[in-house]
């Protein structure tokens, strides 16, 4: 079955970077695109970007661009979602989640907390 | 960017109630559009795509329609475990957008 599986809770202090990890298994990596979405406490569901497995080409949502990287490593079938110059703002849940070439979404990791406090 | 606007935010029915929730893009989508649930403490949970096909697996209480620009979701006969945030989502263009939510309760 697929399974998105990501990295765990992470808490750390403003102007840092955090690395995200979501491992996937059941299907062709390759054969399907990875997006991050976050979504801030109490708030609504933010999309990040999208990376595609096969060549590692990325999009990413302008306010990201700059501080998000998103990478792939296809000997493990894991994505990376990484941020930089952390703020409070960022506290959030990061979640990752599959999609085909249409961009519909249909699996998702169970997300992962990151803190950003001083 | 595409604004999505779902109406209600929040709303209370009775089980066994029939409640529609509405979403309308700032732009034309076309069928782009695709309905998530979320529970509390976990991922979202893809409900339907192409504004109304139901993903694998979804029960048949739920249903999906519109075009263009309005949409909605229906939830039939509805149980506590209907209990969620539900989010409408346009996948016509990037940056892919959401709207608010709107979270059901039992009355």
């Known amino acids: 079955q697929v399974q998105l599986v990501q990295s765990g809770t992470e808490v750390k202090k403003p102007g840092a970077s955090v690395k995200v990890s979501c491992k996937a298994s059941?299907?062709?990596?390759?054969?399907?695109?990875i997006h991050w979405v976050r979504q801030a406490p109490g708030q609504g569901l933010e999309w990040m970007g999208i990376?595609?497995?096969?060549?590692?080409?990325?999009t990413y949502a302008q306010r990201f661009q700059g501080r998000g990287t998103m990478t792939r490593d296809t000997s493990t079938s894991t994505v990376y979602m990484e941020m930089s110059s952390l703020r409070s703002e960022d506290t959030a849940v990061y979640y990752c989640?599959?999609?085909?070439?249409?961009?519909?979404?249909?699996?998702w990791g169970q997300g992962t907390r990151v803190t950003v406090s001083s | 960017d595409i604004q999505m606007t779902q109406s209600p935010s929040s709303l209370s029915a009775s089980v066994g109630d029939r409640v529609t929730i509405t979403c309308r893009a700032s732009?034309?989508?076309?069928?782009?559009l695709a309905w998530f649930q979320q529970k509390p403490g976990t991922a979202p949970k893809s409900l339907i795509n192409?504004?109304?096909s139901l993903q694998s697996g979804v029960p048949s209480k739920f249903s999906g329609s519109g075009s263009g620009t309005d949409f909605t979701l229906t939830i039939s006969d509805l149980q506590p475990e209907d209990v969620a945030t539900y989010y409408c989502?346009?996948?016509?263009?990037?940056?892919?957008?959401f709207g608010q939510g709107t979270k059901v309760e039992i009355k």
């Open positions: 989640a599959r999609s085909d070439t249409g961009h519909r979404l249909d699996y």
């Open positions: 059941g299907y062709t990596f390759t054969n399907y695109y």
């Open positions: 990376i595609n497995p096969s060549g590692g080409r990325t």
């Open positions: 732009q034309g989508i076309s069928n782009y």
């Open positions: 192409a504004a109304s």
């Open positions: 989502q346009q996948y016509y263009s990037f940056p892919l957008t």
